[in-house]
């Protein structure tokens, strides 16, 4: 897929622009979909989704000294931003169009989904014959709790020196295990859960995406894990926080851009859209924010909107110079 300046300010405005009339059909048609949807997904997508090896060997994944998995850097403040411009969005873009599942990025920096809201979508949210999603559900990686009867027993191979007297943690390596894992959760809050239209090219995107997706899971066969998920591991399965982050540094690398979250993909999200001179509500129900100044705190980084803002002002008060 070729990536131009032109299709990035389309998937910017195509997609935040509930003004247009055409969008009305295509908003209300998700709307159904969602309602139909509302009660979720049945059980068997509510199951736990392990990641890690087979035989129910347990995952491993990274940790800290405090035993927590790194799934992102540390938040950066509000007066922390420093968003991705259009030429480093671009780059990405391009790089991410050749690879496997690039269109996890190219809805990133378009639609800004935060990380979990990604990882969770399943196909029976996107209609792509209407040209819109529907965010209702997230990935989230829960602990993992003993099932076995002596915790502290259990988890004997594992205690440290700074574990507390009787400590009972550890519960990843307990054999009978429960609980953890990739779970969906659904979203709580009203303004999180929203249908967004899609730009045309996304949906050509998505398109293609899907169109391979179905011809892996036919190559893989039998163990092909049904999880309906758009991005997903070549057998199927979820793709966890840290594959993800994993995934969003190469590409950074590749481009030689700086090291940045995968959040401040929703960040760049955000300031594009500003800067194509998208309202802030518009901008605040597209990102799910739940206060128009979660929003505002990013035009404090865009020069380019304060200065049209300025010009706009001058222009109705002075008129043309």
Not at 176 to 189: F, P, Y
Not at 251 to 268: N, P, Y
Request: glycine share 8%; hydrophobic share 40%; aromatic share 4%.
């Amino acid at each position: 897929m070729l990536v131009s300046s032109g299709m990035l300010t389309g998937l910017a405005m195509a997609s935040l622009s509930p003004q247009r009339s055409r969008a009305g059909n295509r908003v209300a048609a998700a709307t159904e979909m969602s309602n139909r949807c509302s009660s979720g997904p049945p059980a068997e997508h509510l199951e736990l989704f392990k990641s890690g090896p087979a035989h129910g060997a347990p995952a491993r994944e990274p940790e800290g000294r405090n035993g927590l998995v790194h799934a992102d850097a540390p938040s950066a403040g509000h007066d922390e931003i420093e968003p991705l411009t259009l030429d480093a969005a671009l780059r990405i873009l391009r790089l991410a169009a050749t690879q496997r599942t690039g269109t996890r990025w190219s809805v990133a920096l378009a639609l800004g989904l935060r990380q979990g809201e990604a990882l969770g979508l399943q196909w029976r949210y996107v209609d792509l014959d209407a040209r819109t999603l529907t965010i209702r559900w997230q990935l989230q990686r829960l602990p993992w709790r003993h099932g076995c009867s002596d915790p502290h027993a259990c988890g004997k191979d594992r205690h440290r020196d700074d574990c507390a007297r009787g400590c009972t943690r550890h519960a990843r390596s307990c054999p009978q295990r429960t609980g953890g894992g990739l779970r969906l959760i659904e979203l709580k809050s009203a303004k999180s859960r929203r249908t967004i239209a899609l730009p045309p090219q996304l949906v050509a995107a998505l398109k293609a995406h899907r169109a391979a997706q179905l011809q892996e899971r036919m190559t893989t066969g039998p163990t092909w894990h049904d999880g309906d998920f758009v991005w997903c591991q070549p057998n199927g399965r979820p793709i966890g926080a840290h594959a993800d982050w994993d995934e969003w540094n190469d590409l950074l690398k590749a481009v030689a851009i700086r090291r940045v979250r995968v959040h401040d993909a929703r960040h760049a999200a955000a300031t594009l859209l500003l800067a194509q001179g998208v309202d802030q509500r518009v901008v605040m129900e597209i990102l799910g924010h739940s206060q128009i100044s979660m929003t505002s705190r990013y035009a404090h980084v865009l020069p380019q909107v304060m200065t049209d803002a300025a010009e706009r002002i001058g222009l109705a008060l002075w008129g043309q110079t």
